[in-house]
């Protein structure tokens, strides 16, 4: 029946109970081992919070020797490990019919207690049925306790993993206050409307919200708005009944729904119908759900986050947003800047995504020098944080250790060679009357490209590698060229 044997840890000061209770549980000893014995109630700290053994289960002398005893021991031995079930003996002439007694100890955190038996009675502190069976039923609570712990740990750790991956990167000042933001807003139940031009990180915003707030252990809904077709959008956030419509053959739970007790991101909100905006107005209103097909209301418990990268009071100047629904769901505004505006955080978050993605690529992370630095610093990026992202890829992909202005031009596409192509070279600038000889033209390109190219990299030895030359050609170009 049990893999371990049930381990015991007596603390009780008399030898004739200590023998009693042996006795007691000698017939079960196949399955109960008293691991430990002590005498009073500082050793049986002592020991519980030292000992490598787990113990399953104390049974304790309500009334014994030296400091500390009854409730007050009952608590400490609960504060080293609550999952320890902890079985209570006391003396049959103090307690047999005092109710309030008991409650006292049960209150304290025992599991159950007993009084002793009489004196006279040699053998036995108490049945042996009962007793043993209490100690089965107090192993099995604390196994239950035990593993609920542990699977509360691993969600405990999912979530922490969770934010681990959704980490907002940034030092700047308007970072500095989101984060603050994101804290007090997870401190409370509001709706939260998270504004911000495109790829700024609104979603990364609504994640850390959720995850960080008491709804964490429940699900975080993301629904974009702008991606479920118009016709679908109510079945899909509201669901409907079994029979509500011909192809409606098993009831359907909208997201809403799974939501319950969660959190729900409404992604592009704006986009939204406006039949569907009344829908959401009432569930945030009465928390109630008007599923298609369904008579009786049904109840939700949700918190809606909401962003948009639109002028939302633009959308309600032309009534294509409802005021109403703009009210209540702006009753706290976030705003996520642009990266432009919060440029001391280009290279943390470059680095950032060099680290992880060179991780996840399985590839050493490059090193970025002082002029890759300049020219990133330097690149406004209008689709912010997720174009920083597209672009250190892009670097990850050019396979070099050391990245210079070069590469990252390149990656961000200031040289675009496709629109190059398509314009006709200009040949007339490069000669005064007559044509020149293909060799003359050949020499001018090459020239006013090696000087080009350098421009963009430190070293020679790079020049030549963009080039696509050996160094030591390179180096005799170069001077034929009269570069050096
Ligand atoms: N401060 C940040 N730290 C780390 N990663 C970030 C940060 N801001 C954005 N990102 C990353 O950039 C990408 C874009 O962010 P996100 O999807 O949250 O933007 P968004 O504002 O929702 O964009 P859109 O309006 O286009 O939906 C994501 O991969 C996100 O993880
Ligand atoms: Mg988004």
Redesign the pocket.
């Known amino acids: 029946m049990f893999e371990d044997k049930i381990k015991i840890l007596l603390i009780e000061d008399e030898e004739f109970d200590v023998r009693r209770v042996k006795n007691t549980i000698e017939p079960f000893e196949g399955n109960v081992r008293i691991a430990d014995i002590v005498s009073n109630g500082k050793d049986a700290l002592e020991i519980l919070g030292n000992s490598d053994t787990r113990f399953d289960i104390v049974i304790m002398d309500y009334q014994i020797a030296g400091g500390i005893m009854g409730e007050a021991l009952i608590h400490k031995i609960k504060e080293i490990d609550q999952t320890i079930q902890i079985i209570v003996i006391t003396k049959m002439t103090l307690n047999v019919t005092d109710y309030n007694f008991a409650q006292r100890l049960l209150a304290a955190g025992a599991f159950w207690y007993c009084t002793k038996y009489p004196g006279d009675i040699e053998n036995y502190i108490y049945q042996p049925t009962d007793f043993i069976l209490s100690i089965f039923n107090a192993y099995e609570k604390s196994k239950l306790e035990r593993e609920r712990d542990r699977s509360n740990q691993k969600i405990k750790n999912n979530i922490e993993e969770i934010l681990r991956q959704k980490?907002?990167?940034?030092e700047s000042a308007p970072?500095i206050r989101l984060r603050d933001e994101i804290g007090r807003l997870s401190q409370n139940d509001y709706n939260v409307l998270i504004r911000?031009a495109?790829?700024?990180?609104?979603?990364?915003v609504a994640y850390n919200i959720h995850y960080r707030s008491q709804r964490k252990f429940e699900n975080f809904i993301i629904i974009n708005c702008g991606s479920i077709p118009a016709d679908l959008v109510e079945s899909e956030l509201f669901g409907y009944e079994k029979g509500s419509f011909t192809g409606a053959d098993k009831r359907k739970m909208g997201l809403f729904e799974m939501a319950h007790n969660g959190t729900v991101f409404l992604?592009e909100v704006t986009e939204l119908p406006l039949q569907s905006q009344v829908k959401l107005l009432r569930v945030i209103q009465s928390g109630e759900i008007e599923k298609i097909g369904r008579t009786e209301k049904l109840n939700v418990n949700v918190r809606v986050i909401c962003?948009t990268?639109k002028n939302i009071e633009e959308e309600v100047k032309a009534k294509r947003f409802r005021e109403d629904l703009y009210y209540r769901l702006n009753v706290l505004p976030v705003f996520?800047s642009d990266l432009k505006d919060r440029k001391d955080d280009i290279l943390l978050?470059a680095d950032?995504f060099l680290t992880i993605m060179s991780i996840d690529m399985i590839k050493p992370k490059p090193v970025p020098d002082d002029s890759a630095k300049e020219e990133l610093r330097r690149y406004d990026f209008p689709g912010n944080?997720?174009e920083l992202?597209n672009v250190i890829q892009r670097l990850l992909f050019q396979d070099e250790m050391e990245i210079s202005a070069f590469h990252v031009k390149a990656a961000l596409g200031i040289f675009n060679l496709s629109e190059g192509m398509n314009s006709e070279i200009d040949f007339e600038k490069f000669y005064e009357k007559e044509p020149l000889t293909l060799r003359d033209m050949e020499n001018i390109i090459r020239e006013k490209y090696f000087r080009h190219i350098r421009k963009m990299t430190n070293s020679d030895a790079e020049t030549a590698r963009i080039l696509g030359l050996a160094p030591s050609n390179y180096h005799r170009m170069a001077k034929d060229l009269g570069l050096k």
């Open positions: 980490k907002i990167v940034g970072i911000g495109s790829g700024t990180g609104k979603e990364l992604d962003a990268n996520v978050l950032y944080v997720r992202k």
